[in-house]
């Protein structure tokens, strides 16, 4: 797992889901999570990694996975 992947887990542990390991593969829309619980994980991930993700990028992630994919070839 890169360094990416652990970062972004643990958001998702602690904004998303805390009981449940975080499903990488599973879309956004099957975790069933509130649009306040979204926008809280959204400003986490980008303090996280000091990036500003366009409300519109991050709209389009159907993963996990799509978002770490995104921040590892938007890192700098």
Do not use: Q, W
């Not at 409300?55 to 995104?70: C, E, I, P």
């Amino acid at each position: 797992m890169s360094n990416t992947h652990d970062r972004v887990a643990s958001l998702a542990r602690r904004f998303l889901d805390p009981v449940r390991e975080p499903n990488f593969d599973a879309s956004f829309s099957e975790s069933a999570i509130s649009s306040m619980d979204a926008m809280a994980f959204a400003k986490a991930v980008g303090s996280e990694f000091n990036c500003d993700i366009p409300a519109d990028d991050f709209a389009n992630f159907n993963s996990l996975r799509d978002l770490v994919s995104y921040l590892d070839a938007n890192a700098s």
